[in-house]
């Protein structure tokens, strides 16, 4: 029988086609595909033994022990997984490493139960180079940077532009120490699929927040970061009472959210507590110890207080954070790159600043 396959297109990412990932869940941890489920052929230890049956005995063996391994049971039940996601997913497409013999092996097995799927020409190999080439290609389009102190909602910016690219959506991380989200961080891999797949029929102007390099676990593809780099900016300057609103919503109302909604309410908040308060004591060395006590005690009565239905009173701890350490961070590092830095196109208000990028993306 001869397999179908189908070539390792965009358009399937674009399309949020279903994929059936079969490789091993730990080739799948480390990144996968945009609207993948891992549904493997072979789990972690008989894809562990197989491979040290290939490289001492040769492909033929390997091929026959990975026979024995997955038979009987066990291979009904990975038919099964696959035909009840099938079930609710007809249109999904299968991928291995390479597009090969694991992806094949598990087309045939589903033919032999009377369903036909294709596999991606290339697999996750072919289908990855073909987001991380689109990262490439949108190093050299037109960008435009929205930076601004810590709190000026640049982010919201960003995301109210059909052309706008959310970097920290892709990392899952808001950026700073106290970025981390519920969720597990995304690894490397995931970051830069998530980015191509957002790039995805964006090949005009594109605006970006301005970022570290790093963003949480991930770091942004070099060539694209220089391209960052030497894109013309837009700068928000918002007062200090706007910025703590918007942080206490970003940084604490929403995180606790996110917190409950996974683990519970009661969980969820022991677990937002121990987050806020770790990131701030990574401060520990630029702070100084005398004023990360402080912080660390207002930090404490914010909890308490929190905890009574008083929300506003993190503004207590967050105000200091930025005066006297996000604020100066900024402005150094600004006055340190002013004679590298591109040109400002425009400085101003989140309105203004919103209405300066829609008329630079026009």
């Known amino acids: 029988m001869t397999l179908p396959t189908v070539p390792a297109a965009l358009e399937l990412v674009a399309a949020q086609t279903p994929l059936i990932d079969v490789r091993a869940p730990v080739e799948f941890a480390q990144g996968s595909l945009p609207g993948a489920v891992n549904l493997p052929l072979m789990v972690d230890e008989e894809r562990h033994q197989v491979g040290i049956a290939y490289k001492q005995q040769g492909q033929q063996a390997a091929i026959a022990l990975g026979e024995r391994l997955v038979s009987g049971d ?30 094949q092996i598990t087309q045939q097995w589903l033919a032999d139960v009377g369903l036909q799927r294709p596999r991606v020409e290339g697999g996750w190999k072919a289908l990855r180079q073909r987001l991380c080439q689109r990262i490439d290609e949108a190093a050299r389009q037109p960008m435009l940077v929205v930076s601004g102190l810590t709190g000026c909602a640049k982010t919201q910016l960003i995301n109210q532009l059909p052309n706008g690219i959310d970097l920290e959506a892709c990392a899952n991380h808001k950026g700073s120490a106290f970025g981390r989200q519920p969720d597990d961080p995304t690894t490397q891999i995931d970051f830069e699929h998530a980015l191509g797949q957002r790039l995805i029929g964006q090949h005009g102007k594109l605006v970006l927040e301005d970022e570290s390099r790093q963003i949480g676990n991930a770091n942004i593809p070099l060539d694209f970061w220089h391209a960052l780099q030497r894109a013309p900016r837009i700068r928000i300057e918002m007062p200090l009472d706007w910025r703590l609103d918007q942080l206490r919503r970003d940084y604490i109302e929403a995180l606790g959210q996110g917190y409950a909604e996974r683990y519970g309410p009661q969980e969820g908040w022991q677990r937002m507590q121990r987050q806020l308060a770790s990131a701030l004591e990574r401060l520990a060395k630029r702070l100084g110890n005398a004023r990360l006590q402080r912080l660390q005690r207002m930090q404490a009565m914010a909890f308490r207080a929190h905890a009574a239905g008083d929300i506003q009173a993190h503004e207590a701890w967050l105000a200091p954070l930025l005066t006297e350490y996000y604020d100066p961070l900024y402005r150094y590092h600004v006055e340190k790159q002013q004679a590298s830095r591109p040109a400002e196109l425009h400085v101003g208000d989140w309105e203004s600043c919103l209405a300066a990028a829609k008329q630079w993306s026009a």
């Open 74 to 103: 066990v291979k009904q039940a990975r038919v099964a997984a696959w035909q009840a996601y099938l079930a609710q997913h007809p249109e999904a497409i299968i991928y291995c490493f390479r597009g090969g013999l694991r992806s």
